[in-house]
């Protein structure tokens, strides 16, 4: 497939044969991958007046590509610009060394706490934005699904849209295995092996997102199962059933057992305890993901480990026994 350069200007005609890999993928959005940089308005306006040709007949936004279309693309101006930051440069160098599996569908990555999954929220650069920016010959590269901010381990990209359908496919149907580590207040009962609490999203006028326990949520569930006990926390590793906002934050909360360094939902007496032994980040981890690989379909496992924080404040509580 052809296609320039993202930061250069699109001066030329372009003419694209669609690959079997874009089948069913509106020509709006296909234009947007392959115009980064131009302003939506713009490429509407391109459509509307027919300068886009789909085997040389005009086509609607909505128009669905199919396997050897031939897409002619206008000259469009875009202003030059890169698609990451320069001060950035060795930050999107470091996501090297996360990257725990990649071939041609897909990017298992260890994300770290405090880096965001995309750009926005005034950030202009987050996972997705670096992990293009580190491979510019990616032709296509989207998030799978998403983790909070300070929470740290396991995510996935596609780098196929036939490998992204298949992975969703595989979340909504519960075919994808997600665990998670998170060290919570007090003792984890013996007997308490799910949460089953419908959530309510609530975004405030700043933009932050607050989640909370409601007969008007939707309907969520997360299973737990205990890993170790210490004096005056557990570690248990949860396993979201549903995939709600903050699920498994506000679920522990619900349960009396908020996570330990949580800005949101956690209990500032235990939390200054977790920071007196050096912990400064959420403990949240997503620890394994399983799933069935979009191309072989056989069943793949990946492991997330800890990092230093976690691992050093497992050993301080460790010692304190």
Known sequence: MNTSNQSQ??????????????????????????????????????????????????????????????????PVKVSEKPEAPSPKLNKIASL????????????????????????????????IEGLRALRPQAKFMELVHRLDRDTSGCILVAKKRSALRHMHEQLREGKMDKRYQALVSGAWPENRFKVKAPLQKNVLQSGERLVNVSE?????????????????????????????????????LHAGHPIACDDKYGDAGFDQAMQN?????????????????PKT?????????????????????????
């Open 96 to 127: 090297e060394e996360h990257i725990l599996f990649e071939d041609d569908h897909l990017i298992v990555f260890n994300k770290p706490s405090g880096l965001a999954v995309h750009g926005g929220s005034g950030l202009s650069f987050g996972l």
């Open 277 to 293: 032994i050096g912990l400064n980040r959420l403990f949240l981890h997503a620890a394994s993901l399983r799933l069935f690989h």
């Open 216 to 252: 008007q949520g939707k309907p969520s569930e997360t299973r737990y199962r205990i890993l170790e006990r210490y004096a005056q926390a557990t570690l248990v590793e949860a396993s979201p059933i549903t995939g709600r906002t903050h699920q498994i934050r506000v679920h522990c």
């Open 297 to 321: 379909e056989q069943p793949v496992t990946f492991h997330a480990p800890l990092d230093k924080v976690l691992t050093r404040t497992l050993e301080s509580l460790n010692e304190a026994v």
């Open 9 to 74: 200007v699109h001066n030329q005609v372009q003419f694209i044969e669609a690959e079997p890999d874009l089948a069913g993928q509106r020509i709006d959005n296909f234009l947007r991958t392959q115009l980064k940089g131009v302003p939506k308005s713009l490429i509407y306006r391109i459509l509307r007046k027919g300068e886009v040709r789909v085997n040389k007949k005009r086509v609607k936004p909505e128009y669905k590509l199919q396997p050897g279309d031939v897409i002619r693309i206008p």
